[in-house]
């Protein structure tokens, strides 16, 4: 029985059968309770109490399954949030140190196996031509100056994607474009190697 009141469509049939059953009724009804008072007015306030229950457990049916896709849409987002800062802080740490360890490599390449899980297509794959980048950079296990400056614009291509996929939706909301977002990242990246 709790299952009916789960399924929007069995309300919906529930409901309708309630007004069309009740409108025969009713009729039965007027006609037979001519001489008694009251009846009809009795009878119009249970077929409505009942319309009411019904329409009520439709609505907050729905209003419980969107209250728990909107919870899981936030802990899906924030778990995503985690990932992208706990990759960029492990490329910070690891860009801070003045040797590049192959231990250092391995745990970015099994950051891919946590981007898989969250991150959209095109993140994974700006993370590879990340990865690519950054090991051109580390052949010889030192960071030089240029190499700082081609990881540095890796990166900032990869923060492009991966704010793309945190707040997408928001750039095109805001004042400013996304293309205007692109390049100010990467002038900001451009700007930070210089100083560098």
């Given at each position: ?18 007004f ?55 802990k ?36 891919t196996?946590?981007?898989?899980i969250f ?34 614009a ?13 707040v ?29």
């Amino acid at each position: 029985m709790k299952q009916w009141f789960t399924d929007s469509r069995a309300l919906m049939v529930m409901s309708a059968v309630v007004f069309v059953g009740g409108y025969f009724f009713l009729r039965l009804a007027y006609h037979m309770t001519d001489t008694m008072p009251f009846t009809q007015e009795i009878i119009l306030i249970v077929l409505g109490t009942l319309a009411t229950i019904l329409i009520t457990a439709m609505l907050l049916n729905k209003q419980t399954s969107v209250e728990l896709e909107k919870e899981q849409s936030i802990k899906f987002i924030e778990l995503k949030t985690a990932t992208y800062q706990q990759l960029i802080d492990s490329i910070e740490e690891m860009v801070q140190e003045e040797e590049v360890t192959h231990r250092m490599l391995t745990k970015l390449h099994f950051n891919t196996h946590r981007l898989a899980i969250f991150a959209s297509p095109a993140v994974l794959e700006e993370y590879e031509k990340f990865l690519a980048t950054l090991h051109q950079g580390v052949e010889d296990g030192h960071l030089g100056s240029r190499d700082a400056d081609a990881i540095s614009a890796a990166l900032a291509r990869l923060t492009i994607y991966i704010r793309a996929d945190l707040v997408g939706e928001l750039d095109t909301e805001s004042s400013h474009s996304p293309r205007e977002i692109r390049s100010q990242i990467l002038t900001n990246a451009r700007e930070v190697s210089s100083y560098t």
